[in-house]
C-alpha cells in the first residue's frame, strides 16, 4: 500500500471556533478543503502513530463521504486502529464515552451540530482529545494557524469502507471496526440512572415524545426510551437521522422545535416532550404546558444530583457558563458548593471536571453535563429528568416552581440577531467595550447601570487566561444584560444578547417581565444604529 503527498494550498478561513470548524457545505466540498483541516489536526497533535482515533458524525449532508476521506488520511498518517460508528453515525456524549472506554487518542466528529443540515446547509469537523473533551483553545488555535500553512497532507488509494455492517477489517497495518453506535452509550446510561424506576413511571402510564429533529439521536432514543424504559412506540418522533435533517434545524428551543412546543401545549400534551440537537449534546424539556429554561433545569440537576445513585456523595461543585443566568448558583450556595462562571463553549468545562472541581454544567443555550463524559449530553439530561420525575412523582412544573419558591425566579429571554456582514457586530461590541469605563452609575432607561465590564476568564486549574468573553453589565433591581458574537455562525456574524432578571413575582411571562430590560438594552446597544435593517432575529 503506497502512502502519498498530496499537495495543498492552506486555507486562510479554517478556524476552529467554540466548537470546532463550521462552514457552508460547499466550502468544505472544495477541493482539497477537507483533507486541509484533518491533515492540520494530525501535524498538530503527537504520538498518535499506532493509537485509536473514533471517527463519527450526525448523519448529515457529505457526513459519509467526509469519513472515507478521513478514514483514508488515517490510515496514511499510521494511526493502528480506526473504531467507526455504523452508517457514519455517533452521538458527541456518545463520541466522549467511546474515547475513555476504548482508551482512544482522540476523535474527529463530523457536524455542524444545531446548524442546518443539506447542500445548502452546514457542515463541520471537531477534534477531541484522549479525555473525551473538545480541543481546548491553545489546541484549536495550533489548528487554524497549521490550516493556513501546511502544503501537503498523506493520502493511501484504497477501496471505500463498507460503513453499513458492523465488521471488523485490516488495511495495510490499521484495524478497522464498525461498531453499533448506541449499545456503549446505552449500556453507560444504565450504570448511571435509575433504569427500574424510570420503567415503573413508564408502566403506570407516563407518556413522554422525544423529537429527535431526524438527526443523530434517534437510534440512541429509540432504544432507551421505547425498547429498555418502556415508552410506547411512536415516542420517538423524527427518529430517523436525514442528511438535510428533513429541512429542520436542529436546535432544541422554543424557536426552532415550535412543533413540539405547540404539542406540549394542546390538550394532547404527554408528560414530558424532549427534544435533541443534531449532535445530540443539548436538549429540551417541557412538562404540560410548561416550559423549563435551561438555567433552572440545570439548578433542577444540581438540586437533585445527590439522588441519583451514581452521583451520591460526588456533587463536588458546578460551573455554568457566564451568560447562562444565575438559578445554578443559589443552589450551590445553599449546599455550600464552589459554582463556576466560564466563558461560552464546553471547553472551558474540561479541566473543573477532570479536576473534580465540579460535577455538573450547563449552558443557557440547553447544554448540560457532569463528569460521566466530558462533553455536554442532551439525553443523559432527559434520563437525569425522567430519574427526577420518577423518584418525586411530580411534574415538571411542580418541580421547577418548587425551585423558584426555594430560591426566587430569573427571568430570561436570549436574542440573536444575525446579519451577513462580519464587520457590524464586532464593531457594536468594539465601540460598546470603549465606552464600558463610563457606563457605571449612569442611569439607562428604567435601570441604573451598577457595573460595565469585560469577561474575561482563568481557568481555576491551568491558569490559563482567556480574555474578550463577552461584556457584563450589571443594573439594579437584579437585572443584567450579557453581549458576546456568536462562534458558530458558519457565514457572516451573529449578535447575541442575554438578559436576565430576578424577581419575588413567580408567575408573569418573561416577555412581559423583561420588556422593561429589553427596552433599556435597545437604548444601550442601539443594535439597529450598528445593525441595520437586514438582520435575522431569534428569541428563546
Ligand atoms: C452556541 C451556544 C453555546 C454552545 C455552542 C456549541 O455557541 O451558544 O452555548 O456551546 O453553540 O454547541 P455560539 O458561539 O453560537 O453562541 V453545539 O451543540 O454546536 O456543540
Ligand atoms: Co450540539
Redesign the pocket.
Known amino acids: 500500500m503506497d502512502i502519498f503527498a498530496v499537495p495543498t494550498k492552506g486555507f486562510s478561513d479554517q478556524k476552529f471556533g467554540?466548537?470546532g470548524l463550521r462552514k457552508k457545505t460547499s466550502v468544505f466540498q472544495q477541493e482539497h478543503y477537507l483533507e486541509n483541516a484533518v491533515q492540520s489536526i494530525f501535524d498538530c497533535l503527537q504520538g498518535f502513530e499506532g493509537k485509536t482515533l473514533i471517527i463519527g458524525g450526525d448523519g448529515r449532508y457529505y457526513n459519509n463521504q467526509a469519513i472515507q476521506t478521513i478514514i483514508k488520511m488515517a490510515i496514511a498518517n499510521q494511526f493502528g486502529h480506526i473504531i467507526v460508528g455504523q452508517n457514519g453515525l455517533l452521538s458527541?456524549p456518545a463520541v466522549s464515552h467511546l474515547i475513555q472506554k476504548r482508551e482512544a487518542f482522540g476523535a474527529l466528529i463530523l457536524t455542524a451540530?444545531?446548524n442546518p443540515g443539506g447542500k445548502e446547509g452546514d457542515f463541520g469537523i471537531k477534534y477531541n482529545i484522549s479525555t473525551g473533551a473538545p480541543a481546548p483553545s491553545d489546541l484549536g488555535n495550533a489548528f487554524s494557524k497549521r490550516c493556513t500553512e501546511i502544503d501537503r497532507y498523506w493520502m493511501v488509494k484504497v477501496q471505500d469502507v463498507d460503513l453499513s455492517q458492523q465488521t471488523e477489517l485490516t488495511i495495510g497495518s490499521t484495524l478497522i471496526e464498525i461498531i453499533d453506535p448506541v449499545s456503549d452509550y446505552s449500556a453507560y446510561m444504565q450504570k448511571i440512572f435509575d433504569f427500574k424506576a424510570i420503567q415503573r413511571l413508564f408502566k403506570k402510564g407516563f407518556k413522554i415524545t422525544f423529537d429527535a429533529m431526524n438527526a443523530v439521536t434517534g437510534p440512541y432514543a429509540k432504544h432507551i426510551l421505547e425498547e429498555l424504559l418502556g415508552a410506547d412506540e411512536g415516542s420517538v418522533i423524527h427518529g430517523t437521522p436525514l442528511p438535510d435533517f428533513g429541512g429542520l434545524h436542529p436546535e432544541p428551543n422554543l424557536v426552532y422545535a415550535k412543533d413540539l412546543v405547540d404539542l406540549a401545549y394542546s390538550e394532547k400534551s404527554p408528560d414530558v416532550c424532549a427534544a435533541s440537537?443534531g449532535?445530540g449534546?443539548?436538549y429540551m424539556i417541557l412538562g404540560k404546558s410548561f416550559f423549563v429554561n435551561p438555567a433552572d433545569s440545570l439548578a433542577i440537576l444540581a438540586e437533585y444530583m445527590e439522588q441519583i445513585p451514581f452521583y451520591k456523595g460526588r456533587f463536588y461543585g458546578a460551573a455554568r457558563?457566564m451568560p447562562t443566568a444565575a438559578a445554578l448558583d443559589a443552589v450551590c450556595q445553599k449546599s455550600k458548593k464552589d459554582c463556576y462562571q466560564t466563558p461560552?463553549?464546553?471547553k472551558f468545562f474540561g479541566s473543573l471536571l477532570e479536576n473534580q472541581k465540579i460535577s455538573l454544567c450547563g449552558?443557557e443555550?440547553f447544554?448540560a453535563g457532569s463528569f460521566h463524559v466530558m462533553e455536554k449530553d442532551g439525553l443523559w439530561a432527559i434520563l437525569f429528568w425522567l430519574n427526577i420525575l420518577a423518584i418525586t412523582e411530580k411534574t415538571p412544573e411542580q418541580i421547577t416552581k418548587e425551585l423558584w419558591q426555594k430560591y426566587g425566579r430569573i427571568y430570561t429571554r436570549t436574542y440573536t440577531y444575525h446579519t451577513e456582514s462580519d464587520k457590524d457586530v464586532p464593531h457594536l461590541i468594539d465601540s460598546l467595550s470603549a465606552k464600558l469605563p463610563q457606563l457605571s452609575n449612569t442611569q439607562v432607561s428604567d435601570f441604573k447601570i451598577i457595573k460595565a465590564s469585560l469577561f474575561n476568564y482563568t481557568d481555576p486549574v491551568t491558569n490559563q487566561s482567556t480574555t474578550n468573553q463577552g461584556i457584563i453589565i450589571l443594573l439594579s433591581d437584579e437585572a443584567r444584560i450579557f453581549v458576546r458574537m456568536?462562534?458558530?455562525?458558519s457565514s457572516g456574524a451573529?449578535l447575541?444578547v442575554y438578559l436576565s432578571q430576578k424577581s419575588k413575582k413567580n408567575n408573569a411571562d418573561p416577555a412581559i417581565f423583561l420588556a422593561p430590560l429589553e427596552k433599556a438594552t435597545q437604548e444601550l446597544l442601539q443594535i439597529q444604529k450598528y445593525l441595520g435593517n437586514k438582520v435575522d432575529i431569534s428569541v428563546t
Open positions: 467554540t466548537s458527541t451540530s444545531h440537537d449532535d449534546d443539548r457558563s461560552t463553549g464546553w449552558e443555550s447544554g456568536s462562534g458558530t455562525s451573529s447575541k
